[in-house]
């Protein structure tokens, strides 16, 4: 079956400093959606991107989908300690369920 | 505007007692439903999902099921419970289509198991 892998699994960063995390298919994607779960909360969706190659932004987050629609990333420009959080991807294969990948749990050290 | 609604928020429960999570989306019809599951510091397991009325869809086997009696309602549960079954269950909708709606999670139950 599908399989969503994502790296790193944990990152911790200096307030101000970037954060990237990598999202990688085994299969070609029909969309991949970015989610954001706060500590002790539920994961909250931020974004998809449908396109091949397309490119979205959301203040200093950058989300990227790969031309092969197999990958993606998110970038966080100058992290503040609100960016903290597990951040998932979740890919589409275009059925009805969506995998999710294992998230990327980041702090933010003020 | 579209709700999702879940509880209860906490439980804690003896090995081998029976389960019932209940979940309930309002302001919208026939949307997909999911339950998931999430260990401490883990990701977001898919358990069950529906299409519809009475269809449910197993992804992992275990002594967990799910039901859905009315198009917005979804429930989870165990006739009894293990050690293992401890976690942060959410339940999911989402606009049904061919998988490019965005999913919209509850608040969670977190359940202990003693």
């Known amino acids: 079956g599908q399989q969503v892998m994502q790296i790193p699994q944990y990152q911790h960063v200096q307030e101000g400093e970037d954060f990237t995390t990598y999202c990688n298919s085994s299969?070609?994607?029909?969309?991949i959606q970015w989610y954001k779960q706060r500590p002790g909360g539920h994961p909250v969706f931020l974004i998809q991107l449908v396109k091949s190659g397309e490119v979205k932004k959301q203040k200093r987050l950058t989300f990227q989908f790969g031309e092969a629609k197999k990958n993606s990333s998110l970038h966080i420009t100058a992290t503040q300690t609100t960016d903290v959080g597990t951040y998932f991807c979740a890919g589409s294969g275009g059925y009805q369920k969506v995998t999710f990948g294992i998230g990327t749990k980041l702090q933010v050290i003020p | 505007s579209q709700t999702i609604h879940q509880w209860p928020a906490t439980l804690v429960q003896p090995v081998g007692s029976p389960l019932s999570l209940e979940c309930t989306v309002e302001?919208?019809?026939?949307?997909?439903l999911y339950w998931y599951r999430q260990a401490a510091g883990r990701g977001l397991q898919l358990l069950f999902y529906?299409?519809?009325?009475?269809?449910i869809s197993s992804e992992v086997p275990q002594n967990l099921s799910a039901s859905r009696p009315q198009d917005r309602q979804f429930i989870l549960s165990s006739k009894k419970l293990l050690l293992s079954d401890s976690g942060f269950y959410l339940c999911?909708?989402?606009?049904?289509?061919?998988?490019?709606?965005?999913?919209?999670f509850g608040d969670g139950t977190r359940l202990s198991i003693l």
């Open positions: 302001g919208t019809s026939n949307p997909n």
């Open positions: 299969t070609t994607l029909s969309n």
């Open positions: 529906s299409v519809g009325i009475g269809q």
């Open positions: 999911a909708w989402r606009s049904a289509g061919q998988g490019r709606q965005p999913q919209h």
